[in-house]
């Protein structure tokens, strides 16, 4: 009771911190639904596979995968190291889904999923000649609209993107650029769901993506767990008890990251340990395990603002569905301030040449926070036996102009 007292002040505060969460079980068995479950991750990648020569061709230049590598960064944490202190005894691995074809963010894994899953159902129906007589809606703080615009459109739908007030205005013209309807709102990300998910309901031909509870999402998200397994055994890494993986996400409604997480639980067990990283401001995930009500309460509702330079993190709900199926899957969360985030912008750019969105830079500090916690010594493993994966989730289309801004310190709105 104490450490969640003092935690949950913190919270109100908006001080950065690490918290793990008390209901963690490590080894407690993956919930599994008729939509959500290794069978229809399966499915999801075998969608993927099916789309791939569509994609190569829709979009020249790319081979028609959504896949990301995984690479190290010794400059970059030689710099934190000397910054911070601390040595870090474990291997630092970066997965790269700032670079994913097209979208150039981790939406591509679920935005795309849930296009492809449309247009096979209509399909199916007999109605695949005639996508242009069907609309696609969704209301976004920006990548997950870029994601479903771009497909969308490349697909042939119609495409209503609702954005929230964070959404960059580059994001809004690429999109329009390709044809698709953005409408604007001056309130936050719940609110242009909300707006999206009324005006959808009242077309005819309608599909809303429902990034608060959609299953479909989480599937093309969960796919990502199988390319991590291929690739760390490619490396030669080795995963199980003695050797953990821990994997940092930066999280927004949770989709991304939950997906993400369940499809590694189901594949490595109590082998990985899974944190969700979120700004200071827009703590939704952590708000709601550290106060057992996940989606019952939104950061609003404890007086944070919800306003961050992160505009992929700037949600102050999390998603039902990711808390229902997550519960006690998750080992801990994490905050940072906007003023880390830029700056780790800029390390990550001068130290490896890569520029990242600021919400893709959430989960960096977690490696040396986890490693200073005890955690390892607690779970009765040696730190210098540990995998830290960092998900880095957008950045690569990020235009130049726009990242010159960010790199010399001035951000965008
Ligand atoms: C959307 C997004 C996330 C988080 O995904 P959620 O499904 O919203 O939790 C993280 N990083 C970036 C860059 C994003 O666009």
Not at 219 to 240: F, H, I, M, S
Not at 286 to 310: I, K, P, Y
């Amino acid at each position: 009771m104490g450490e969640e007292t003092q935690a949950y002040k913190m919270l109100l505060a908006a001080k950065e911190q690490f918290w793990f969460n008390l209901g963690y079980e490590a080894q407690a068995p993956l919930k599994e639904t008729k939509e959500v479950s290794p069978l229809t991750i399966d499915s999801a990648a075998a969608r993927f596979k099916r789309f791939e020569s569509f994609l190569k061709e829709a979009f020249p230049g790319t081979n028609g995968q959504i896949q990301s590598s995984v690479r190290t960064l010794p400059s970059f944490v030689e710099r934190q190291e000397a910054a911070s202190g601390r040595l870090l005894a474990g291997r630092f691995l970066l997965k790269e889904d700032y670079a994913l074809p097209v979208a150039g963010s981790i939406k591509a894994r679920g935005g795309f999923h849930e296009v492809m899953e449309v247009a096979e159902r209509l399909e199916a129906e007999g109605k695949g000649g005639e996508l242009d007589q069907f609309e696609l809606a969704v209301g976004s703080t920006g990548n997950l609209g870029l994601s479903i615009g771009l497909l969308g459109s490349a697909l042939g739908f119609q495409v209503k993107v609702h954005m929230s007030a964070d959404a960059k205005a580059w994001k809004k013209e690429k999109l329009r650029s390709h044809g698709v309807q953005v409408f604007e709102y001056e309130s936050d990300y719940g609110a242009a769901v909300a707006a999206g998910r009324k005006e959808c309901q009242v077309s005819p031909n309608c599909h809303f993506v429902d990034d608060e509870a959609s299953a479909s999402l989480f599937n093309g998200y969960a796919v990502a767990a199988r390319e991590v397994e291929a690739q760390l055994k490619t490396e030669g890494v080795t995963v199980d008890s003695d050797h953990p993986l821990c994997v940092y996400l930066p999280c927004g409604v949770g989709g991304g990251p939950g997906g993400v997480a369940y499809g590694l639980k189901h594949i490595y067990g109590d082998a990985v340990h899974v944190f969700f990283a979120e700004p200071v401001q827009a703590p939704a995930a952590m708000l709601g395990w550290l106060t057992g009500e996940f989606a019952g309460t939104s950061v609003q509702d404890v007086g944070l603002s919800n306003v961050t330079e992160a505009d992929g993190l700037a949600v102050g709900r999390v998603s039902p569905l990711v808390s229902d199926l997550l519960k006690d899957q998750l080992a801990g969360f994490f905050t940072v301030t906007d003023e880390r985030l830029k700056r780790d912008l800029v390390t990550m750019y001068e130290t490896e040449g890569l520029f990242l969105e600021p919400s893709a830079l959430a989960g960096v500090r977690g490696p040396w926070d986890v490693e200073a916690s005890g955690f390892f010594e607690k779970v009765g493993v040696s730190a210098d036996q540990v995998t830290h994966l960092v998900w880095s989730t957008g950045g690569s289309i990020v235009p130049e102009d726009v990242q010159r801004e960010y790199i010399e310190g001035k951000g965008e709105r």
